[in-house]
């Protein structure tokens, strides 16, 4: 089981990453079956394994059991808080009973530079220098926010505001919701994604 990372952070939060290594079928047999169900519906191989090896860091966090999802997609259980990301060959999931919780991967792709005006403030611009990395560490941490909101109609340039906070750490605003801390974990091995992740006390602000 290529688990490449699993470590538990303050307030019960847990993450788990996934390499993916096997083929969509091998992923899918290792899942439950009303979880292997929902895998299969996805047409194309390497959306199957994706969408299986989230499903697996899930199980491992041992919140997999009664899944759902809010109105606007957020997954949701009973008994605590989860949150799940996937990209091509990676998978990762965060989980908390206290803290609602958001994870989000991408690679730093070039082609980020052509979209990065839609996304990024004037600050955040200046912040990012042009640099694929740091532009794709503020993407992850503007999706991770509104993951972590949980609601649609958010305008990611000018309603999210990040600002570097630390070598690998972040502050967000999004809204009116203000002092979020967002992580990086910087992930072991050539070509992995970027990864980010930020938790928050549960309140009404958020869902």
């Given at each position: 089981m290529?688990?490449?990372?699993?470590?538990?952070a303050a307030h019960a939060?847990?993450?788990?990453g996934w390499k993916i290594t096997e083929d969509a079928d091998a992923l899918i047999a290792l899942l439950p079956e009303t979880l292997a169900e929902a895998a299969r519906v996805y047409r194309l191989?390497?959306?199957?394994?994706e969408f299986a090896a989230s499903r697996l860091c899930v199980v491992q966090t041992g919140y997999a059991s009664n899944?759902?999802?809010?109105?606007?997609?957020?997954?949701?259980?009973?008994?605590?808080?989860?949150?799940?990301?996937?990209?091509?060959?990676?998978?990762?999931?965060?989980a908390s009973p206290l803290l609602n919780v958001a994870i989000d991967l991408e690679y730093p792709d070039p082609r980020l530079l052509r979209t990065a005006s839609r996304f990024l403030s004037d600050t955040e611009a200046a912040w990012c220098q042009n640099d694929v990395e740091r532009i794709?560490?503020?993407?992850?941490?503007?999706?991770?926010?509104?993951?972590?909101?949980?609601?649609?109609?958010?305008?990611?340039?000018?309603?999210?505001a990040i600002e570097a906070s630390g070598s690998q750490s972040f502050r967000g605003?999004?809204?009116?919701?203000?002092?979020?801390?967002?992580?990086?974990?910087?992930?072991q091995g050539e070509g992995m994604p970027v990864m980010v992740w930020c938790s928050r006390t549960?309140?009404?602000l958020m869902v």
């Open positions: 290529p688990v490449v990372l699993d470590i538990e939060v847990r993450i788990v191989p390497c959306r199957q394994a899944m759902a999802y809010n109105p606007w997609g957020k997954p949701v259980v009973d008994n605590g808080y989860i949150g799940i990301s996937h990209t091509d060959g990676f998978a990762a999931a965060i794709c560490l503020i993407w992850c941490c503007k999706e991770c926010m509104y993951k972590l909101y949980g609601r649609n109609n958010v305008e990611f340039k000018t309603e999210i605003s999004i809204k009116n919701i203000k002092g979020i801390t967002l992580h990086r974990i910087l992930l549960v309140d009404k």
